[in-house]
């Protein structure tokens, strides 16, 4: 009889059914899932209209034992579709097993993210959303943010969305791009979701730069490519000459984007690509205001390990080397003292007070003739100026001896 239903013409198939269904009534899961779904590659829904059509009993069971037969052998059936949801969401109160519901979930959402089915309605999602909105599926099971653009649900909905379904570290910049013009964009839903932020960078980095210097914007513990992202922004617009100076409550939210930056862990390229725009915008602040903000970012650029005699190492960065012969074909690479940069760039904007009590010292310097030029030309200059003699002592003990040639 199961030879005969799975090999029988089309038009044969329903007298064969017919005639299983009078011999072996308790056949109805194997003549459903195995032949019917599995073997001739029929839609769910029309399995199961064959099914009652024939004779067989149907209910909630025929669905459990569909989602058994796949779940045991990890392999989903790829062929379910809209009408098929349909019949397994009238039928979901029905599955009193969690897993089975979980499981007709999951499905559902491989089905919203196919780029082979039709276009998808807000309506109906919301429809649906007995079958997914209980969900908690882990990242490779959540929906890219392409996925759910113009919806036209309400505030709430979407951002309950946002929150359980959605990998906004996907590529965001549309759905960034809808967020803003509805209005959707809240500080819990920017400060919650760090993709979000970067895909704003693309869409409108001055709205994201306002909201950073209003502390709407907060990072905790960023993300690398997001905190550089930021970093290049706030430069850009800050450094528009036309823009007015910062006050005090926007020089407090800038540097507290800024010492947030150590959290940044085993990132010494990303710190070295964006050192210029971070001291840049470490200037701008005022130094009565600036507080311990250089003796925390100056510590982005060590090691934190302390060494034995005091102090820390300079992190090193993994940079092209141009005079390497052949480094381009080869990308032969460098390290580079990341510190040494941020000494280069610090000594343009400090009094030799604020860099003595507040820059972090190395561990021990072996300077290169570039840095020790320049240290040394600026360290003339403000030893011109009246100087504590205890700031003056720290200065060489600390400094000079470590990064000027003996006769500088």
């Known amino acids: 009889y199961f030879q005969r239903a799975k090999t029988c013409p089309t038009n044969e198939l329903d007298s064969v059914l017919q005639e299983i269904a009078t011999v072996f009534p308790s056949f109805a899961n194997q003549i459903f899932v195995r032949i019917l779904v599995k073997h001739r590659g029929m839609q769910l829904h029309l399995a199961y209209e064959k099914l009652r059509a024939t004779g067989f009993e149907v209910s909630h069971k025929r669905l459990q034992a569909l989602a058994h037969y796949f779940r045991t052998r990890s392999v989903p059936p790829r062929w379910l579709h809209l009408p098929d949801f349909e019949l397994i969401l009238s039928l979901r109160e029905h599955i009193d097993d969690g897993e089975m519901q979980e499981w007709f979930g999951l499905q559902f959402l491989s089905y919203w993210q196919s780029p082979c089915r039709p276009a998808l309605s807000g309506e109906t999602l919301q429809r649906m959303r007995p079958l997914w909105g209980s969900l908690r599926p882990t990242k490779a099971a959540q929906l890219a943010p392409a996925n759910v653009c113009g919806l036209g649900w309400s505030k709430k909905d979407t951002c309950e969305l946002l929150e359980t379904l959605v990998d906004m570290n996907d590529d965001a910049a549309e759905l960034a791009r809808e967020l803003l013009q509805r209005g959707f964009l809240t500080p819990e839903l920017m400060n919650s979701h760090q993709g979000l932020i970067g895909a704003l960078l693309r869409v409108d980095q001055h709205w994201v730069v306002e909201r950073v210097l209003l502390g709407e914007v907060v990072l905790h513990e960023p993300q690398p490519s997001v905190a550089l992202s930021l970093l290049r922004a706030l430069d850009a617009v800050l450094g528009d000459p036309a823009r007015p100076a910062l006050t005090k409550q926007q020089c407090l939210h800038l540097s507290n984007f800024l010492a947030s930056l150590e959290h940044v862990e085993k990132a010494s390229n990303m710190m070295n690509q964006g050192l210029e725009a971070t001291m840049r915008l470490v200037a701008k602040v005022k130094p009565k205001e600036r507080g311990q903000l250089l003796s925390v970012v100056s510590k982005h650029f060590l090691e934190k390990e302390q060494q034995p005699g005091g102090g820390c190492l300079s992190r090193q960065a993994e940079v092209p080397n141009p005079q390497e012969p052949g480094w381009e074909q080869q990308d ?3 390290m580079l003292h990341v510190y040494e940069r941020f000494l280069e760039k610090v000594i343009q904007f400090v009094s030799l007070e604020e860099f003595v009590t507040r820059v972090a010292p190395l561990a021990s310097h072996h300077a290169g003739a570039g840095l020790s030029s320049k240290f ?25 001896l470590n990064i000027c040639n003996p006769e500088q």
């Open 332 to 334: 032969r690479t460098s």
């Open 376 to 400: 040394h030309r600026w360290a003339l200059t403000q030893l011109e100026h009246s100087q504590s003699a205890e700031i003056v002592l720290s200065f060489f003990g600390e400094w000079v």
